[in-house]
Protein backbone atom coordinates (compact mmCIF):
# COMPACT_ATOMS: atom_id res chain seq x y z
CA UNK A 1 0.00 0.00 0.00
CA UNK A 2 1.57 3.48 -1.05
CA UNK A 3 1.31 5.78 2.33
CA UNK A 4 2.47 8.61 0.46
CA UNK A 5 -0.32 11.39 -0.22
CA UNK A 6 -0.40 13.41 -3.40
CA UNK A 7 1.42 16.44 -3.32
CA UNK A 8 -1.14 19.40 -2.78
CA UNK A 9 -0.60 22.23 -5.30
CA UNK A 10 -1.34 26.23 -4.40
CA UNK A 11 -1.18 28.02 -7.96
CA UNK A 12 -0.91 31.60 -8.15
CA UNK A 13 -2.59 32.91 -11.13
CA UNK A 14 -1.62 36.34 -11.78
CA UNK A 15 -2.87 38.31 -14.46
CA UNK A 16 -2.16 42.42 -15.76
CA UNK A 17 -5.97 43.58 -17.25
CA UNK A 18 -7.52 46.74 -18.70
CA UNK A 19 -10.44 46.28 -19.21
CA UNK A 20 -11.42 43.34 -17.41
CA UNK A 21 -11.23 40.72 -20.30
CA UNK A 22 -7.93 38.72 -19.15
CA UNK A 23 -9.27 38.62 -15.57
CA UNK A 24 -12.33 36.97 -16.57
CA UNK A 25 -9.93 34.12 -18.41
CA UNK A 26 -7.53 33.88 -15.24
CA UNK A 27 -10.51 33.76 -13.33
CA UNK A 28 -11.96 30.49 -16.01
CA UNK A 29 -8.57 29.10 -15.63
CA UNK A 30 -8.51 28.91 -11.46
CA UNK A 31 -12.16 27.90 -11.71
CA UNK A 32 -10.69 24.62 -13.49
CA UNK A 33 -7.87 24.57 -11.59
CA UNK A 34 -10.00 24.10 -8.35
CA UNK A 35 -12.30 22.24 -10.40
CA UNK A 36 -9.17 19.76 -10.73
CA UNK A 37 -8.44 19.50 -7.10
CA UNK A 38 -5.58 22.24 -7.20
CA UNK A 39 -6.08 25.13 -5.30
CA UNK A 40 -5.59 28.33 -6.99
CA UNK A 41 -6.56 31.85 -6.51
CA UNK A 42 -6.32 34.97 -8.69
CA UNK A 43 -4.65 38.36 -8.56
CA UNK A 44 -3.95 41.61 -10.00
CA UNK A 45 -0.64 41.47 -11.02
CA UNK A 46 0.13 44.74 -10.01
CA UNK A 47 -0.91 43.75 -6.55
CA UNK A 48 0.76 41.06 -5.39
CA UNK A 49 3.80 41.47 -2.78
CA UNK A 50 5.99 40.12 -0.87
CA UNK A 51 7.52 36.53 -3.17
CA UNK A 52 6.01 33.84 -3.32
CA UNK A 53 6.93 30.84 -1.58
CA UNK A 54 3.67 30.27 -0.66
CA UNK A 55 2.96 28.79 -4.46
CA UNK A 56 3.81 25.34 -5.95
CA UNK A 57 3.27 27.05 -9.29
CA UNK A 58 2.27 30.21 -11.10
CA UNK A 59 0.15 31.30 -13.97
CA UNK A 60 1.00 34.66 -15.04
CA UNK A 61 -1.55 36.30 -18.17
CA UNK A 62 -1.73 39.46 -19.91
CA UNK A 63 -3.85 41.51 -22.09
CA UNK A 64 -2.32 42.40 -25.56
CA UNK A 65 -2.03 45.87 -26.55
CA UNK A 66 -0.56 47.35 -29.74
CA UNK A 67 2.05 43.72 -29.53
CA UNK A 68 3.03 44.42 -26.18
CA UNK A 69 1.75 42.10 -23.04
CA UNK A 70 0.06 44.39 -20.12
CA UNK A 71 2.37 46.34 -18.09
CA UNK A 72 1.15 44.92 -14.95
CA UNK A 73 2.15 41.36 -16.40
CA UNK A 74 5.77 42.15 -17.76
CA UNK A 75 6.40 44.32 -13.99
CA UNK A 76 5.12 40.84 -12.09
CA UNK A 77 7.63 38.65 -14.09
CA UNK A 78 10.57 41.19 -13.60
CA UNK A 79 9.75 41.61 -10.05
CA UNK A 80 9.81 37.84 -9.57
CA UNK A 81 12.07 36.45 -11.65
CA UNK A 82 14.29 34.58 -9.07
CA UNK A 83 11.21 33.01 -7.75
CA UNK A 84 9.52 32.53 -10.77
CA UNK A 85 13.21 31.11 -12.43
CA UNK A 86 12.08 28.02 -9.82
CA UNK A 87 8.82 26.94 -9.79
CA UNK A 88 6.54 25.65 -13.03
CA UNK A 89 5.71 29.10 -14.79
CA UNK A 90 3.04 29.25 -17.16
CA UNK A 91 1.60 32.16 -19.44
CA UNK A 92 -1.14 33.17 -21.59
CA UNK A 93 -2.14 36.31 -23.95
CA UNK A 94 -5.07 37.60 -24.42
CA UNK A 95 -5.84 40.30 -27.12
CA UNK A 96 -6.73 39.12 -30.84
CA UNK A 97 -9.90 41.12 -32.35
CA UNK A 98 -10.76 38.40 -34.31
CA UNK A 99 -11.33 34.54 -34.34
CA UNK A 100 -7.64 33.58 -34.92
CA UNK A 101 -6.73 32.47 -31.30
CA UNK A 102 -9.98 29.98 -31.32
CA UNK A 103 -8.63 28.59 -35.22
CA UNK A 104 -5.06 27.91 -34.53
CA UNK A 105 -2.02 28.02 -32.14
CA UNK A 106 -0.70 31.92 -32.38
CA UNK A 107 2.82 32.17 -31.60
CA UNK A 108 4.16 35.09 -28.52
CA UNK A 109 4.44 38.19 -28.65
CA UNK A 110 8.53 38.72 -28.93
CA UNK A 111 8.51 39.97 -25.24
CA UNK A 112 6.49 37.40 -24.17
CA UNK A 113 9.26 35.18 -25.75
CA UNK A 114 11.79 36.23 -24.36
CA UNK A 115 10.04 35.39 -21.10
CA UNK A 116 9.60 32.00 -22.22
CA UNK A 117 13.29 31.42 -23.02
CA UNK A 118 14.46 33.34 -20.10
CA UNK A 119 12.55 31.14 -17.40
CA UNK A 120 12.02 28.26 -19.25
CA UNK A 121 8.16 28.15 -19.80
CA UNK A 122 6.34 25.51 -19.22
CA UNK A 123 3.67 26.70 -21.82
CA UNK A 124 1.82 29.63 -23.47
CA UNK A 125 -1.28 30.07 -24.85
CA UNK A 126 -2.82 32.87 -26.66
CA UNK A 127 -6.77 33.65 -26.28
CA UNK A 128 -9.00 35.48 -28.40
CA UNK A 129 -10.03 38.73 -26.30
CA UNK A 130 -12.70 41.06 -25.58
CA UNK A 131 -13.28 44.60 -26.26
CA UNK A 132 -16.65 46.23 -25.97
CA UNK A 133 -18.49 49.99 -25.76
CA UNK A 134 -17.04 51.28 -22.43
CA UNK A 135 -13.38 50.15 -22.69
CA UNK A 136 -10.86 52.46 -21.74
CA UNK A 137 -8.51 54.50 -23.80
CA UNK A 138 -8.28 56.03 -27.15
CA UNK A 139 -7.18 53.59 -29.41
CA UNK A 140 -9.90 51.42 -28.25
CA UNK A 141 -12.57 53.64 -28.62
CA UNK A 142 -11.18 53.98 -32.16
CA UNK A 143 -10.84 50.34 -32.61
CA UNK A 144 -14.55 50.41 -31.64
CA UNK A 145 -16.03 53.23 -33.57
CA UNK A 146 -14.24 51.35 -36.65
CA UNK A 147 -16.54 48.38 -35.84
CA UNK A 148 -14.04 45.88 -35.10
CA UNK A 149 -15.00 45.26 -31.28
CA UNK A 150 -16.54 42.22 -29.64
CA UNK A 151 -16.00 39.25 -27.61
CA UNK A 152 -13.55 36.65 -29.00
CA UNK A 153 -12.78 34.51 -26.16
CA UNK A 154 -13.30 30.75 -26.22
CA UNK A 155 -13.71 29.75 -22.94
CA UNK A 156 -13.08 26.01 -24.15
CA UNK A 157 -9.96 26.34 -25.40
CA UNK A 158 -9.14 28.41 -21.85
CA UNK A 159 -10.64 25.15 -20.10
CA UNK A 160 -8.66 22.53 -22.06
CA UNK A 161 -5.73 24.39 -21.42
CA UNK A 162 -5.94 25.01 -17.95
CA UNK A 163 -6.65 20.70 -17.64
CA UNK A 164 -3.34 20.39 -19.44
CA UNK A 165 -1.88 22.38 -16.46
CA UNK A 166 -3.59 20.39 -13.47
CA UNK A 167 -2.97 17.16 -15.39
CA UNK A 168 0.84 18.36 -15.35
CA UNK A 169 0.62 19.74 -11.83
CA UNK A 170 -0.61 16.12 -10.68
CA UNK A 171 2.51 14.61 -12.45
CA UNK A 172 4.97 15.99 -10.51
Known amino acids: MN ?6 HRVLVAYGSKNGSTAEI ?11 GVTAQTRPAGLVTGDLTEYSAVIVGGALYA ?16 ALSRLPLWLFSSGPLDASAAERD ?13 LDVRGHATFGGRL ?3 AKGF ?13 FRDFEQVAVWAQRIARELEQR
Do not use: C, N, T, Y
Open 3 to 8: DRMPVA
Open 26 to 36: AQAVAEVLRKE
Open 67 to 82: GRWHRDARRFVRRHRR
Open 106 to 118: LPPVPGVRRVEVR
Open 139 to 151: VARMILKSGKGGD
Open 132 to 134: EQG
